[in-house]
Nanobody, 121 residues
């Protein structure tokens, strides 16, 4: 099974920016569609929401709540996934996780520890 380590979170002001990074340890990382998920404060794990996805071929998809503000990217040579977050809003406050999309998450085993993003108004 693989391993995921998220980093880059922190405290930002409304309108600010943060860049999250995810280091993946797994064979054939490039074949996986990867995503960033977030879990709002107090929400159960089942409400961890996929907000940005990047397919193995590089196509991207975004939840309406972050479209136009967040950009997902990947570097297959380094087994890394990134999330550039601009124009942050207080409602973006959450713990952010990366993982594969769909049933491929089983290949990574457990989720990483996530990275906390807090946006103040």
């Amino acid at each position: 099974q693989g391993r995921l380590v998220e980093s880059g979170g922190g405290l930002a002001q409304s309108g600010g920016s943060l860049r999250l990074s995810c280091a993946a340890t797994i064979r054939a990382f490039s074949i996986y569609d990867m995503g960033w998920y977030r879990q709002a404060p107090g929400a159960p794990d089942l409400q961890r929401k996929l907000i940005a996805e990047i397919e193995s071929g590089g196509s991207t998809n975004y939840a309406d709540s972050v479209k136009g503000r967040f950009t997902i990217s990947r570097d297959n040579t380094k087994n890394m996934v990134y999330l550039q977050m601009n124009d942050l809003k207080p409602e973006d406050t959450a713990v952010y996780y990366c993982n594969a999309v769909g049933s491929a998450r089983a290949d990574f085993g457990s989720w990483g520890q996530g990275t906390q993003v807090t946006v103040s108004s």
